[in-house]
T-cell receptor, first 114, second 114 residues
Framework: DAMVIQNPRYQVTQFGKPVTLSCSQT?????MYWYQQKSSQAPKLLFH???????NEADTPDNFQSRRPNTSFCFLDIRSPGLGDAAMYLC?????????????FGPGTRLTVL | GNSVTQMEGPVTLSEEAFLTINCTYT??????LFWYVQYPGEGLQLLLK?????DKGSNKGFEATYRKETTSFHLEKGSVQVSDSAVYFC?????????????FGRGTSLIVHP
């Protein structure tokens, strides 16, 4: 089945220790998104790619970076995680830009910062 | 900017009860509107959508009508089942600077008792 895969499902890191979360997709979608979701809050868009074009949300901290080496893979790098970065991180994809298109989500990676 | 407001949860119902989850939005122009559902341990998945005023989206017994005059997209189901227990997210997509930017509500938890 075509899908969006996130690894790992659970990640524990130490305060200030860099961490990378990964996302892969078999849908061949052009658009990929990274969201941060904290408990009882709306998913917050961090950035998205349209093909290789990177779009950073204005309020995304510099501590968060992303890489998309090819269509299938996208990475979220947190350079110096703080306690406030503990959250669920969601990856999503979407077919080429169209107002009516749904997003397809992975199961998420839950990040714990000790 | 764009925003989505959902009713606070959790919503607790008995099986076969009628469900309404309120959603209102703020956006200029004509966004597309979506309801996503998140079952425990899984990613978000599209439940239904509507792309223009007065459209009705429907799926699995759930319905929502795009009401531009009240800027609302309330989710309804006539008879809920225990298996409908999940978190429901209202969302919109709007064009911004050439990109399709999604905005999510904070989610409403639904608990259905036998």
């Amino acid at each position: 089945d075509a899908m969006v895969i996130q690894n790992p499902r659970y990640q524990v890191t130490q305060f200030g220790k860099p961490v990378t979360l990964s996302c892969s997709q078999t849908l061949n979608h052009n658009v990929m998104y990274w969201y941060q979701q904290k408990s009882s809050q709306a998913p917050k868009l961090l950035f998205h790619y349209y093909d290789k074009d990177f779009n950073n949300e204005a309020d995304t901290p510099d501590n968060f970076q992303s890489r998309r080496p090819n269509t299938s893979f996208c990475f979220l790098d947190i350079r110096s995680p703080g306690l406030g970065d503990a959250a669920m991180y969601l990856c999503a994809t979407s077919p080429p830009g169209h107002l009516y298109n749904e997003q397809f989500f992975g199961p998420g990676t839950r990040l714990t910062v000790l | 900017g764009n925003s989505v407001t959902q009713m606070e949860g959790p919503v607790t119902l008995s099986e076969e009860a009628f469900l309404t989850i309120n959603c209102t939005y703020t956006a200029t122009g004509y966004p597309s509107l979506f309801w996503y559902v998140q079952y425990p341990g899984e990613g978000l998945q599209l439940l239904l959508k509507a792309t223009k005023a007065d459209d009705k989206g429907s799926n699995k017994g759930f319905e929502a009508t795009y009401r531009k005059e009240t800027t609302s997209f309330h989710l309804e189901k006539g008879s809920v089942q225990v298996s409908d227990s999940a978190v429901y997210f209202c969302a919109l997509i709007k064009i911004s600077g050439g990109s399709y930017i999604p905005t999510f509500g904070r989610g409403t938890s639904l608990i259905v008792h036998p």
